[in-house]
T-cell receptor, first 114, second 115 residues
Framework: AQSVTQPDIHITVSEGASLELRCNYS??????LFWYVQSPGQGLQLLLK??????LVQGIKGFEAEFKRSQSSFNLRKPSVHWSDAAEYFC????????????FGGGTRVLVKP | GAGVSQTPSNKVTEKGKYVELRCDPI?????LYWYRQSLGQGPEFLIY????????DSGLPNDRFFAVRPEGSVSTLKIQRTERGDSAVYLC?????????????FGPGTRLLVL
């Protein structure tokens, strides 16, 4: 069965500093990987996704993620964090063989210090 | 265009009661998904529809939970004899198809509290 692990429950970062959120997955075939962001009181918004091709994926809001098959990882990065990036971030893997249902990690809450 | 909408946004009910949660997907999207998000956790898959049929209901926790999508658009998640453990945010998502890597667009969720 597929699974996703986000090892960091909370991360605090200063505004303007870089951010990296870790995601490790377990999946038997080529994974379809997603990063979503959830702001308080709002729905999940897709930041970026990977399913083939270039392993460095660019997303919205200045985020990028790198797929590393050898490490079963799909870490999310942003070079310079803004206060508005404070939110909860979820990594997910899609099951191609089962209608693309998503399995999510437990999430990482990002706090941004002024 | 409009995104995925869910009603009600909040629902408070008593243990043992029946509740219905509604999801309006993006127009033209054939796939519709229900997830449940408990406090402090990531969303967990419940059921998905391709058109009118439930293609995968493997995530429904027990037979108190049931969902329908009679006309291939709006879906209703029904919970019978609610229990306090059912308290969570219920998320609905839709996608154009159920193809590999297709983006799922999420609604704002219905926050269910069972007293």
């Amino acid at each position: 069965a597929q699974s996703v692990t986000q090892p960091d429950i909370h991360i605090t970062v200063s505004e303007g500093a870089s951010l990296e959120l870790r995601c490790n997955y377990s999946y038997g075939a080529t994974p379809y990987l997603f990063w979503y962001v959830q702001s308080p009181g709002q729905g999940l918004q897709l930041l970026l996704k990977y399913f083939s091709g270039d392993t460095l994926v660019q997303g919205i809001k200045g985020f990028e993620a790198e797929f590393k098959r050898s490490q079963s990882s799909f870490n999310l990065r942003k070079p310079s964090v803004h206060w508005s990036d404070a939110a909860e971030y979820f990594c997910a893997v899609g099951a191609a063989a089962a209608g693309n249902k998503l399995t999510f990690g437990g999430g990482t809450r990002v706090l941004v210090k002024p | 265009g409009a995104g995925v909408s869910q009603t009600p946004s909040n629902k408070v009910t008593e243990k043992g009661k029946y509740v219905e949660l509604r999801c309006d997907p993006i127009s033209g999207h054939t796939a519709l998904y229900w997830y449940r998000q408990s406090l402090g956790q990531g969303p967990e898959f419940l059921i998905y529809f391709q058109g009118t049929g439930a293609a995968d209901d493997s995530g429904l926790p027990n037979d108190r939970f049931f969902a329908v999508r009679p006309e291939g658009s709006v879906s209703t998640l029904k919970i019978q004899r609610t229990e306090r453990g059912d308290s969570a945010v219920y998320l609905c998502a839709s996608s154009l198809t159920n193809s590999k890597g297709e983006t799922q667009y999420f609604g704002p969720g219905t926050r269910l509290l069972v007293l």
